[in-house]
């Protein structure tokens, strides 16, 4: 046993990041076992543990993964299709459901194509090797808090790495002057939303750096894709971006409800990803996920009020964080984030909430430091209600 726990402790020490977050983790661990099991889909009420709670946790924005169009789509797409195609896209492995994706995200983003990849977490790597292909950098400059589907594979490259200060221009601007040599190109990367304390990146600031070196930006926007934006396109189009310079890709697992990665751009910069190592040597998503997906993205383009309701629900949710003193920007993510004096502290806060019915996130991931932080999100399917009786509940245990 006393060997078991050291080997997921080294492991742990890797995921939380800090020794206090892998000991936490590892205890929950142990014995295999996870501390919370969820035994529903996941919506504002969600079973866990076999109890149905009030529910602020995970990236379901919009519900959409219990939203009967999804399950009916993903049903029938199994019943057509099966599971999957058991081969790669360029063999035999390219089902019109596949094809289906690219065409709906396509034209959800205004790009001329997208690529479908398995996951959200191959985006970055895939971003990475195409633009190093196309020979667009000679050095990355990377956010030291990215998230680490990002740092998992910026050595992959085998190009210099430098990383500067969380959502700091000021820090990127001096690791740009001190590092970069004269002609040499950067690659800027961040995360367009950061998952923890849901900071928007100030991307604009950076832009101007990477334009005045010649270089490019690419940004991880999992959680942006179908929030941020008069359309849900994400980061770029919150600050009114265009430009050749800038790359990105995201998540269907999250706001559009299903699952994979997705990849928008030009011809020249998907190509060396259609034709590379993820989209030939892993099995694509399953045919369920991609026909839940052009559900989602349909959806999200056919109703953009599910996004003020969303961006309401964001507001309600930091505007009551705020009035019991709890520092929250004022932007329209809908993750909120908060630490409280001690880690000890906030498990108890955490056990509180979870015996009155209410489940928030008790987290150490990505960003949150060596205590750790309690985190809601709310979704677009939350009513206001819920939202007060979430922040009533805290603010009599704080
Ligand atoms: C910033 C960020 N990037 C990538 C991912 C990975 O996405 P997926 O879970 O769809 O693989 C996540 C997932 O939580 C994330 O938060």
Redesign the pocket.
């Known amino acids: 046993m006393a060997s078991r726990r050291r080997f997921l402790e080294t492991i742990a020490l890797g995921i939380a990041g800090s020794a206090l977050g892998a000991r936490k983790l590892v205890a929950q661990l142990v014995g295999s076992k996870y501390r919370f099991e969820m035994d529903s889909g996941p919506g504002p009420e969600t079973v866990i543990n076999g109890k149905k709670l009030l529910y602020f946790g995970g990236?379901g924005y919009f519900g959409f993964q219990t939203h009967p169009d999804l399950l009916h789509a993903a049903q029938k797409a199994t019943a057509d299709f099966g599971m999957g195609t058991a081969t790669s896209r360029n063999v035999f492995g390219t089902s019109p459901l596949y094809l289906d994706v690219e065409r709906t995200a396509s034209n959800f983003f205004g790009s001329d194509e997208t690529i479908y990849l398995p996951?959200?977490?191959?985006?970055?790597i895939a971003g990475f090797q195409s633009l190093a292909a196309l020979r667009r950098f000679d050095a990355m400059f990377v956010d030291e808090g990215?998230?680490?589907?990002?740092t998992d594979f910026m050595y992959a490259l085998q190009k210099p790495v430098y990383t500067f200060g969380h959502g700091d221009a000021g820090s990127l601007r001096s690791k740009l002057k001190e590092n970069l040599k004269p002609g040499e190109k950067p690659l800027v990367v961040s995360?367009?939303?950061?998952?923890a304390f849901g900071k928007i990146a100030p991307i604009p600031d950076y832009f101007k750096l990477v334009e005045s070196y010649d270089g490019c930006m690419w940004i991880?926007?999992?959680?942006a894709i179908g929030v941020l934006g008069g359309n849900g396109r994400g980061t770029y189009e919150h600050y009114s971006l265009q430009s050749e310079r800038l790359y990105f890709g995201?998540?269907?697992?999250?706001a559009v409800g299903a699952?994979?990665?997705i990849i928008p751009g030009k011809q020249e910069f998907i190509l060396p990803i259609r034709t590379g190592h993820i989209a030939n040597g892993a099995n694509a998503s399953p045919s369920a996920a991609a026909a839940a997906a052009v559900k989602g993205m349909e959806m999200l383009m056919a109703k953009p009020d599910l996004r003020q309701q969303l961006w309401r629900n964001a507001r309600q949710l930091k505007s009551g964080l705020k009035a019991m003193g709890f520092d929250q920007d004022d932007s329209a993510v809908p993750i909120a984030a908060w630490t409280l004096k001690t880690g000890e502290d906030m498990d108890r806060v955490h056990a509180d909430l979870m015996n009155r019915g209410i489940a928030i996130q008790r987290t150490h991931?990505?960003g949150t430091g060596a205590n750790g932080a309690l985190r809601a999100v709310v979704f677009a399917n939350h009513k206001p209600e819920h939202i007060n009786r979430m922040l009533s509940e805290l603010k009599m245990l704080v």
């Open positions: 990236t996951s959200g977490y191959l985006i970055n990215a998230h680490w589907s990002v995360d367009g939303i950061f998952p991880d926007d999992c959680h995201g998540t269907l697992s999250k699952h994979g990665g991931y990505v």
